[in-house]
């Protein structure tokens, strides 16, 4: 079990992970952090620290954040599949065709997502070697 949180350590990289995902999926709808706010019933420095992670976001509050951004509680959790994954934020989303491409993923089914993050790290790899 992992030790509890303190002021030395900061929040929990997991929390932060949360928020990781809070925000790439917000941003890819395009909503600000004001309307997801206001759609949730929080000030929009609440959501500020829920995306930075400083603050956890409970399990009601998941759900009604995850129903605001039109998906399912668990795909704002981390994976936790111990890959090498790179986290969908802000340097992603400023980058030409990030939010569309983005928006464009969320609306694949999960063998269609699977397929292209296969595609996606062969064509990393090809471009390495």
Known sequence: MAPP??????PDPIDIQVGMQIRARRRSMGSSQSALAEAIGVSFQQVQ???RG????SASMM?????HLGCRPADL???GDGGDAVPLDSAFLSQAG???LAKAFMSLSPKLRRAIVDLARAMAAAEGS
């Open 77 to 79: 959790m981390p994976t």
């Open 49 to 51: 620290k829920y995306e």
């Open 5 to 10: 949180k303190t002021a030395a350590t900061g």
């Open 98 to 100: 990030g939010p569309e």
């Open 63 to 67: 759900s009604r954040i995850a129903s």
């Open 54 to 57: 400083a603050n956890r976001v």
